[in-house]
């Protein structure tokens, strides 16, 4: 089955205790992106992966890191997390017919 | 610069009614256009696009979407809804070919269906 695959589902952490988020995607697809969802505020891109190896800043990377070091795979890394990056963040790949797949979502809490 | 605009918060519509959920956009060439359904303690689904062709697409689940290029507008249409089509709905569209080429979305409707 296509799928996107996010882990974990939750997490509770602490301030300035570095965290990382997988994300997994079975499609071969190159683009893949993060974003995270805030009420009355929709998805925001955080960053976004052409290609292995190419990574660029969305609207809101402050705060955050990404690698691309394979194809299927684009974890996000919050070096320090802090309480205003409390929030539901998705993952996502893009096929060539621009349609996206989305990860179930992973809910951050930070205390 | 690119965006859309979902101007509702919320919809609220009976069982067995029509729904319409609105979607107006501003983008420089040919627009590409997305809903998207996001059900609890679920990602986004793709829904339906339009990049070219018929100004009706039809889309998953009985869901349409009407193009309408002097009004830049993309709404969301079902002919008779379900309480199982309340969810949180998302339209998108995607900005220009390029290096930073990405889908923008809205900040959602939330359609909740009334038994």
């Known amino acids: 089955e296509a799928q996107v695959t996010q882990n974990p589902r939750y997490l509770i952490t602490v301030t300035g205790k570095k965290l990382t988020v997988t994300c997994s995607q079975n499609?071969?697809?190159?683009?893949m992106s993060w974003y995270r969802q805030d009420p009355g505020l929709g998805l925001r891109q955080i960053y976004y992966?052409?290609?292995?190896?190419?990574?660029d800043k969305g609207d809101v990377p402050e705060g955050y890191k990404v690698s691309r070091k394979e194809k299927r795979n684009f974890p996000l890394i919050l070096e320090s997390p802090s309480p205003n990056q409390t929030s539901l963040y998705f993952c996502?790949?893009?096929?060539?017919?621009?349609?996206?797949?989305f990860g179930s979502g992973t809910r951050l809490t930070v205390v | 610069a690119q965006s859309v605009a979902q101007p509702e918060d919320q919809v609220n519509v009976a069982e067995g009614n029509p729904l319409t959920v609105k979607c107006t956009y501003s983008?420089?060439?040919?627009?590409?256009l997305f809903w998207y359904v996001q059900y609890p303690n679920r990602g986004l689904q793709f829904l339906l696009k339009?990049?070219?062709?018929?100004?009706l697409v039809k889309g998953s689940y009985g869901f349409e979407a009407e193009f309408n290029k002097s009004q830049t507008s993309f709404h969301l249409k079902k002919p008779s809804a379900l309480v199982s089509d309340s969810a949180l709905y998302f339209c998108?569209?995607?900005?220009?070919?390029?290096?930073?080429?990405?889908?923008?979305f809205g900040k959602g409707t939330r359609l909740h269906i009334l038994p």
């Open positions: 996502a790949s893009r096929g060539p017919d621009y349609g996206y797949t």
């Open positions: 499609m071969n697809h190159e683009y």
């Open positions: 992966s052409m290609n292995v190896e190419v990574t």
């Open positions: 983008v420089s060439g040919n627009p590409y």
């Open positions: 339009y990049i070219t062709g018929d100004n």
């Open positions: 998108a569209v995607r900005t220009p070919p390029g290096r930073d080429d990405k889908i923008i």
